[in-house]
């Protein structure tokens, strides 16, 4: 019952209908209430109006025969008039209150009180009223019978004819004479009345009964079906059957809402799935976890553990966890379970021991509070990770930073540790004091372009940042002078920076040593050149010697010499004396010691200038010079002097090939003749010297570049030229190769530069 009330208490329909019904009910009962008391009081207005409008006929049609005093005209108009339905009585009355006519003939000439009812609404009043309203005149009567009776008095008037006729004459100041009282039966008008107040009644019922009954299957059709079927299916949801659907097929906000509650289920099941999925993971990662993790009460007793914890210690049911981690029969002075139980907070701690199986271990610990719904701190969970193996590592990677931190600073080359983006220097070794000649403490924290001279720090600083090696870097030590290194770059880490490894190597000298072999190589060619040489000044000299004599026969004969001849003999003597300067300064130029200095040249001219001093000794061995050079050749980046001894090296190995094979053929061979064609491919310049000389054999040919390697005779060669060549090569980032020539059986000997690319340092620190 309760229940039953508690549901009818609670639905909306039920309170919506009652709500509508009583509204209705109100409404529909004021309109019938309204209705009937207005029909009412119009079917009252209208029956005194023609209750009025029959006195009136009563009083016009007695009027004629008052005026004649004609007693038995006035009562037998009277009785004729009173014998219609619905009249009771008509009654004249005089001034003193006699009836003096009626039709009923007992009560003529019978007194009445002037104060009665019908004479008191005039006499109420002293003097008497004249003139009144006619609803003052009218009044309503119960009849002895039950039934309602309406009574209208109508007051007679003193009319002139009334006052001069001779036979009924009244006084001038009374001005009435009397009054007329008709009553009629109400009876049949109210059944009227009653008649249509129970039709309103009624019809106002019926009207409440089809409206509340159109309100209630529109409300129990439209609303209460579909709010129960929102009710149940919101009902299965909440129980977890989120494939129920509601179904509800109105285009109204319920139609709205059941699409609503159908979508939110649908996103309930999707999110419960996930939130399944994601219990699940957290449950997998809980367990599979690859440390070790428990949850503990106030007493520390674990009621909680994963796999990896269980499997670590394999605690009995109900065992503390200072009994799992170590065997002991107390928590642990410092434990972080304890500080999370005082202030609710997460706490790292760090704990050895000596562990279940005997041996001393190491944990990092890591707790957290768990709460209720209050905020109550609960329980706590801890996560342990077994860190011996890293403390045994650890002690192991101290050990070995000390060995690789001995070896640092035992390098012999300088090591330096730069800020991969300012360069500044972090950490050296102990080999920068011995080169460099600074301390530690002098140059930490400086930037590594204080080493380079001024007008380089500028591109050498982003050569650094760029580069893997640099080679033949000028340097600036402690005592102002400078040194040569190569400079070796790599990117390291450094204290958790990026940083730059970089490794230095002093080369002064052995670039002295170098460029000292350089020079001997030189002065050997030289020697070699010097017949060569001496034949290509004698023939200038010849030349100004016989001139010279020719002028001195004719100055000591004292003949005139013609001005044409003596001018011819002049510029004869002038430009050999230009030529003769012109070997020489080459000579010197060649042989002057130098430091390296790279330009862009053409390396057409270089070959050229090589070829001016062998050009008299090949002319003379029968040797001929076959030139094919492009002349638009793209400039290379070398030093000219070095690469014009590397072509003199070429153009010596191909004479003294070919001569060698004649020596052994014993006759001259029938093509002696040296190739030198020049041009470009895949932007390098590249340049061919072929002889048609003995060849080189395939076993000794990996070694021709190696320093003091010779196939010469002992006195003709010093085995320098090609390993001097090759190094020079490198050094302008270029290459130096050998092939045999299957068709004559020379070698050709090609080389190839790169192209200028007007960086000339890059050839010197790269």
């Known amino acids: 019952?309760?229940?039953?009330?508690?549901?009818?208490?609670?639905?909306?329909?039920?309170?919506?209908?009652?709500?509508?019904?009583?509204?209705?009910?109100?409404?529909?009962?004021?309109?019938?209430?309204?209705?009937?008391?207005?029909?009412?009081?119009?079917?009252?207005?209208?029956?005194?109006?023609?209750?009025?409008?029959?006195?009136?006929?009563?009083?016009?049609?007695?009027?004629?025969?008052?005026?004649?005093?004609?007693?038995?005209?006035?009562?037998?108009?009277?009785?004729?008039?009173?014998?219609?339905?619905?009249?009771?009585?008509?009654?004249?009355?005089?001034?003193?209150?006699?009836?003096?006519?009626?039709?009923?003939?007992?009560?003529?000439?019978?007194?009445?009180?002037?104060?009665?009812?019908?004479?008191?609404?005039?006499?109420?009043?002293?003097?008497?009223?004249?003139?009144?309203?006619?609803?003052?005149?009218?009044?309503?009567?119960?009849?002895?019978?039950?039934?309602?009776?309406?009574?209208?008095?109508?007051?007679?008037?003193?009319?002139?004819?009334?006052?001069?006729?001779?036979?009924?004459?009244?006084?001038?100041?009374?001005?009435?004479?009397?009054?007329?009282?008709?009553?009629?039966?109400?009876?049949?008008?109210?059944?009227?009345?009653?008649?249509?107040?129970?039709?309103?009644?009624?019809?106002?019922?019926?009207?409440?009964?089809?409206?509340?009954?159109?309100?209630?299957?529109?409300?129990?059709?439209?609303?209460?079906?579909?709010?129960?079927?929102?009710?149940?299916?919101?009902?299965?949801?909440?129980?977890?059957?989120?494939?129920?659907?509601?179904?509800?097929?109105?285009?109204?906000?319920?139609?709205?809402?059941?699409?609503?509650?159908?979508?939110?289920?649908?996103?309930?099941?999707?999110?419960?799935?996930?939130?399944?999925?994601?219990?699940?993971?957290?449950?997998?990662?809980?367990?599979?976890?690859?440390?070790?993790?428990?949850?503990?009460?106030?007493?520390?007793?674990?009621?909680?553990?994963?796999?990896?914890?269980?499997?670590?210690?394999?605690?009995?049911?109900?065992?503390?966890?200072?009994?799992?981690?170590?065997?002991?029969?107390?928590?642990?002075?410092?434990?972080t379970v304890e500080k999370t139980f005082k202030d609710g907070k997460s706490h790292y701690g760090e704990e050895s021991g000596i562990g279940k199986d005997g041996t001393m271990n190491h944990w990092i610990f890591i707790t957290s509070p768990i709460r209720n719904v209050k905020g109550e701190v609960i329980s706590a969970m801890e996560m342990s990770i077994d860190i011996t193996s890293r403390k045994y590592l650890e002690k192991k990677l101290e050990a070995s930073e000390k060995k690789y931190q001995s070896i640092f600073n035992n390098i012999p080359n300088p090591v330096f540790v730069l800020n991969e983006e300012t360069l500044e220097l972090l950490d050296c070794n102990q080999s920068v004091k011995s080169v460099y000649g600074f301390d530690k403490n002098e140059i930490l924290n400086q930037s590594f372009q204080n080493f380079f001279i001024n007008e380089e720090k500028g591109k050498m600083f982003d050569l650094v940042k760029s580069s893997s090696t640099l080679n033949q870097v000028k340097h600036k030590i402690k005592d102002g002078k400078n040194i040569y290194v190569d400079i070796w770059i790599s990117p390291s880490e450094y204290n958790d920076k990026k940083v730059l490894l970089v490794t230095t190597s002093d080369i002064t000298k052995r670039l002295e040593t170098e460029r000292e072999l350089i020079q001997a190589g030189k002065m050997a060619t030289l020697g070699e050149m010097s017949t060569g040489i001496a034949h290509e000044l004698n023939q200038p000299l010849s030349v100004i010697k016989t001139a010279s004599d020719f002028i001195l026969k004719k100055v000591d004969k004292k003949e005139k010499i013609k001005e044409s001849i003596f001018h011819k003999l002049l510029v004869k003597i002038n430009n050999n004396v230009d030529r003769a300067s012109k070997i020489i300064e080459h000579m010197r130029h060649f042989a002057r010691k130098s430091d390296i200095n790279f330009e862009d040249i053409n390396v057409n001219e270089i070959l050229m200038r090589a070829h001016d001093i062998f050009s008299q000794q090949l002319k003379v061995r029968g040797i001929e010079v076959v030139w094919s050079i492009q002349e638009d050749i793209p400039a290379i980046t070398a030093d000219p002097s070095r690469i014009e001894q590397v072509f003199i090296n070429l153009l010596v190995n191909a004479r003294d090939a070919i001569e060698e094979k004649s020596e052994q053929q014993n006759s001259m061979i029938d093509n002696e003749k040296i190739y030198i064609e020049t041009f470009s491919k895949d932007r390098h310049v590249i340049v061919k010297v072929r002889d048609t000389g003995l060849g080189i054999p395939d076993g000794i040919k990996d070694k021709l570049f190696e320093p003091f390697f010779t196939t010469k005779e002992v006195g003709k060669g010093t085995g320098l030229g090609l390993s001097i060549s090759y190094g020079i090569m490198k050094e302008c980032k270029g290459n130096i190769e050998v092939e045999c020539d299957k068709v004559t059986g020379g070698a050709t000997f090609i080389i190839q530069f790169p192209f200028a690319n007007n960086k000339k340092t890059d050839y010197l620190f790269s």
């Open 1 to 335: 019952m309760k229940k039953q009330k508690y549901i009818f208490r609670m639905n909306i329909v039920s309170k919506f209908i009652i709500f509508v019904g009583v509204s209705l009910l109100v409404i529909i009962s004021a309109w019938a209430y309204f209705n009937i008391n207005y029909q009412k009081e119009k079917l009252m207005n209208h029956i005194i109006a023609d209750s009025d409008r029959l006195t009136e006929t009563i009083r016009l049609g007695t009027h004629y025969a008052m005026t004649l005093n004609s007693r038995d005209d006035i009562t037998q108009i009277i009785q004729n008039i009173g014998k219609q339905g619905g009249i009771e009585r008509i009654h004249i009355y005089n001034k003193a209150g006699e009836i003096k006519f009626s039709n009923i003939e007992t009560e003529v000439n019978k007194e009445t009180n002037i104060k009665a009812e019908a004479c008191n609404i005039c006499h109420k009043s002293e003097p008497p009223l004249e003139r009144i309203e006619l609803s003052q005149r009218t009044r309503i009567i119960n009849s002895l019978q039950g039934y309602r009776q309406l009574g209208i008095i109508s007051p007679i008037y003193n009319e002139k004819g009334c006052s001069t006729e001779d036979c009924h004459v009244h006084p001038k100041n009374k001005k009435i004479l009397g009054t007329l009282d008709v009553v009629v039966s109400l009876e049949a008008r109210d059944k009227e009345i009653m008649d249509a107040k129970k039709a309103v009644i009624s019809l106002a019922l019926l009207a409440f009964i089809i409206i509340f009954t159109i309100i209630f299957f529109l409300v129990y059709k439209f609303i209460n079906i579909p709010i129960k079927k929102l009710m149940e299916g919101t009902v299965q949801i909440a129980g977890g059957n989120f494939e129920t659907k509601i179904a509800i097929y109105q285009k109204d906000e319920l139609g709205q809402l059941a699409d609503l509650i159908n979508s939110m289920g649908d996103q309930i099941h999707i999110q419960q799935t996930e939130l399944h999925a994601q219990r699940n993971e957290y449950r997998t990662l809980f367990d599979y976890a690859p440390c070790m993790i428990s949850v503990q009460d106030r007493d520390y007793k674990l009621l909680r553990y994963n796999r990896q914890f269980g499997k670590s210690f394999q605690p009995k049911p109900g065992a503390h966890c200072y009994q799992a981690y170590k065997g002991l029969n107390r928590k642990c002075d410092n434990c």
